[in-house]
């Protein structure tokens, strides 16, 4: 490190920060604060320390380094050195209680919050913080060193079903009255009614005077119990009649074999890089930030479905299908000039707990065009089947751009199944 300072204080301050901005805030941070007053003064700069990122899984082409040695020196050193400069911070709920109690925040007014498995709730009379952490069923109590009065954006993001949406998420909310922009992501399981556009009404927008700027993605699901009257697409949309600032999103499924019905609201456009559980009722639209997406439906999802489905998601990288229903449409597909589909960017396919009649839309070049390198993950019966006991030339062009099958149900694979796929490492899952 020696050698590379003087190297660096050798330039002006100008190429510097250009050579600082193409690095990982993090790094910049991580690497230069505590070398020398100089390096100590530019890396203070705003353009560094304003929105400061410290999570591990940021996006599918970057992970950021947090390692316990690396939020250990950003606890004992870094923050404190920065913290009047901190603005914003994106935290994970793995890393929220070091980075929380490492110092004062006095010019904090943005909190984002990822992979909560974390329930919050703040008292900003006291300044207290309890984290209840009901995954692991332990409870957590901690303080932090001011009160956030001052908190203007919030953002909230849950991978895993939360049940403590009314308890727990709403209190919390309702305590933050100063927010002028929320952003909640969230997947909520509810016993009798759906997250709809009178709940958020209700329990959060008109308790938020100075809110201009909402932004959401909430799945919800509810128990069937032989209830009337259940809420269409178009009854929940109704309720949204009042908020004309956001472009609203719903689609409403009831699933009769599992009972359970679920409703996705979200504010368009489109912001997340995933989209789960897409049915036969998903409304389209173009959104162009998604790469990860699942199917799922107890009704067959048909040709045109999968059409659009490339349409709406033409980034899509990884996409898994759950649905055990045969097509309607297949005999008649046959005798159609039906559009080919493209997948030009898809890498992993999931068809695990796929009717073969979808194994047989994306492997059939009539139907599918695959892209090159895709990891496709298949029970062997069906593939079998599917491919005609691995002879059909019908299915073999996409098979033949596989790099990676994982095989379901088979412990040995016979050599003509590795002579059907030349070019393609076959594992036995």
């Given at each position: 490190?020696?050698?590379?300072?003087?190297?660096?204080?050798?330039?002006?301050?100008?190429i510097?920060?250009?050579?600082?901005?193409?690095?990982?805030?993090?790094?910049?941070?991580?690497?230069?604060?505590?070398?020398?007053?100089?390096?100590n003064?530019?890396?203070?700069?705003?353009?560094?320390?304003?929105?400061?990122?410290?999570?591990?899984?940021?996006?599918?082409?970057?992970?950021?380094?947090?390692?316990?040695?690396?939020?250990?020196?950003?606890?004992?050193?870094?923050?404190?050195?920065?913290?009047?400069?901190?603005?914003?911070?994106?935290?994970?709920?793995?890393?929220?209680?070091?980075?929380?109690?490492?110092?004062?925040?006095?010019?904090?007014?943005?909190?984002?919050?990822?992979?909560?498995?974390?329930e919050?709730?703040?008292?900003?009379?006291?300044?207290?913080?309890?984290?209840?952490?009901?995954?692991?069923?332990?409870?957590?109590s901690?303080?932090i060193?001011e009160?956030?009065?001052?908190?203007?954006?919030?953002?909230?993001?849950?991978?895993?079903?939360?049940?403590?949406?009314?308890?727990?998420?709403?209190?919390?909310?309702?305590?933050?009255?100063?927010?002028?922009?929320?952003?909640?992501?969230l997947?909520?399981?509810?016993?009798?009614?759906?997250?709809d556009?009178?709940?958020?009404?209700?329990?959060?927008?008109?308790?938020?005077?100075?809110?201009?700027?909402?932004?959401?993605?909430?799945?919800?699901?509810?128990d069937?119990?032989?209830?009337?009257n259940?809420?269409?697409?178009?009854?929940?949309?109704?309720t949204?009649?009042?908020?004309?600032?956001?472009?609203?999103?719903?689609?409403?499924?009831?699933?009769?074999?599992?009972?359970?019905?679920?409703?996705?609201?979200?504010?368009?456009?489109?912001?997340?890089?995933?989209?789960?559980?897409?049915?036969?009722?998903f409304?389209?639209?173009?959104?162009?930030?998604?790469?990860?997406?699942?199917?799922?439906?107890?009704?067959?999802?048909?040709?045109?479905?999968?059409?659009?489905?490339?349409?709406?998601?033409?980034?899509?990288?990884?996409?898994?299908?759950?649905?055990?229903k045969?097509?309607?449409?297949?005999?008649?597909?046959?005798?159609?000039?039906?559009?080919?589909?493209?997948?030009?960017?898809?890498?992993?396919?999931?068809?695990?707990?796929?009717?073969?009649?979808?194994?047989?839309?994306f492997?059939?070049?009539t139907?599918?065009?695959?892209?090159?390198?895709?990891?496709?993950?298949?029970?062997?019966?069906?593939?079998?089947?599917?491919?005609?006991?691995?002879?059909?030339?019908?299915?073999r062009?996409n098979?033949?751009?596989?790099?990676?099958?994982?095989?379901?149900?088979?412990?040995?694979?016979?050599?003509?199944v590795?002579?059907?796929?030349?070019?393609?490492?076959?594992f036995?899952?």
């Open positions: 490190m020696e050698h590379s300072t003087i190297q660096l204080d050798n330039l002006p301050d100008e510097l920060m250009m050579i600082f901005k193409n690095m990982s805030q993090t790094n910049v941070l991580y690497s230069l604060i505590g070398v020398n007053q100089r390096l003064t530019i890396v203070r700069d705003s353009m560094f320390t304003n929105h400061l990122t410290l999570r591990e899984y940021i996006s599918d082409d970057f992970i950021n380094p947090s390692t316990d040695s690396m939020l250990d020196r950003f606890c004992s050193h870094i923050l404190p050195n920065i913290n009047d400069k901190i603005k914003r911070i994106d935290l994970d709920s793995s890393s929220m209680e070091r980075i929380l109690l490492a110092t004062n925040y006095p010019s904090l007014y943005g909190l984002t919050l990822y992979n909560m498995d974390i919050i709730s703040m008292h900003y009379a006291t300044g207290e913080t309890a984290l209840t952490n009901l995954f692991k069923n332990q409870i957590l901690l303080n060193h009160n956030l009065p001052n908190l203007k954006c919030f953002s909230l993001y849950g991978e895993n079903m939360t049940y403590y949406y009314d308890e727990l998420i709403v209190p919390l909310l309702n305590r933050m009255i100063n927010l002028e922009e929320l952003g909640l992501y997947i909520v399981s509810i016993k009798n009614t759906f997250v556009g009178n709940d958020l009404k209700k329990n959060i927008i008109n308790k938020m005077s100075r809110l201009n700027k909402f932004h959401f993605n909430i799945r919800s699901t509810i069937l119990h032989n209830q009337i259940l809420p269409s697409n178009e009854d929940i949309q109704y949204f009649k009042d908020i004309c600032d956001n472009h609203i999103i719903s689609c409403v499924n009831y699933f009769s074999e599992t009972q359970q019905g679920q409703c996705h609201i979200y504010s368009y456009p489109y912001t997340l890089n995933n989209y789960y559980k897409i049915t036969n009722n409304p389209g639209g173009l959104i162009k930030c998604v790469s990860k997406i699942s199917l799922y439906d107890e009704r067959p999802f048909e040709h045109e479905f999968f059409l659009r489905i490339a349409q709406s998601f033409p980034l899509v990288k990884d996409l898994t299908l759950v649905n055990m045969p097509q309607n449409g297949k005999q008649t597909d046959d005798n159609q000039n039906l559009p080919i589909i493209e997948y030009p960017h898809l890498t992993t396919l999931d068809l695990t707990k796929s009717h073969l009649d979808y194994i047989e839309q492997l059939l070049d139907k599918t065009i695959l892209s090159s390198n895709v990891d496709l993950s298949v029970v062997y019966q069906a593939l079998r089947k599917v491919t005609q006991k691995f002879k059909s030339n019908a299915t062009i098979c033949s751009k596989l790099s990676c099958l994982d095989i379901v149900g088979k412990y040995r694979i016979p050599k003509y590795q002579e059907y796929f030349p070019h393609t490492e076959i036995i899952c």
